[in-house]
């Protein structure tokens, strides 16, 4: 399987930043799509951002302009660089990477999370 391990996650006040990290291992696979996902308690997981292996990327209306996306293939690695944090940014941040397995098997692994809270 692809293990994803995220980093960078803490406690910061209103109009501070953050700068997550997540790493992916494994062998045999080829990762099409990263992205992060949060959850707040007693909501559902919502997309952050995700960012395709040619660099395009998809921003959440709530984020856009504040959040960037951007990813290091060689170190399969994704970013998510957070600025102007507000209060209604505290949940549980979750790396994701869709790819494929070299045997032609399509993956869509997550990480366990990693948590920021924002206070105001």
């Known amino acids: 399987q692809v293990q994803l391990v995220e980093s960078g996650g803490g406690v910061v006040q209103a109009g501070e930043a953050l700068r997550l990290s997540c790493a992916a291992s494994?062998?045999?696979?080829?990762?099409?799509?990263m992205g992060w996902y949060r959850q707040a308690p007693g909501k559902q997981r919502e997309l952050v951002a995700t960012?395709?292996?040619?660099?395009?990327?998809n921003i959440a209306d709530s984020v856009k302009g504040r959040f960037t996306i951007s990813r290091d293939n060689a170190k399969i690695t994704v970013y998510l660089q957070m600025n102007s944090l507000k209060p209604d940014d505290t949940a549980v941040y979750y790396c994701?990477?869709?790819?494929?397995?070299?045997?032609?098997?399509?993956?869509?692994?997550w990480g366990q999370g990693t948590q920021v809270t924002v206070s105001s």
């Open positions: 494994g062998i045999l696979f080829r990762v099409n799509t």
């Open positions: 994701n990477a869709d790819g494929t397995y070299f045997n032609g098997v399509g993956f869509s692994s």
């Open positions: 960012i395709s292996s040619s660099g395009s990327t």
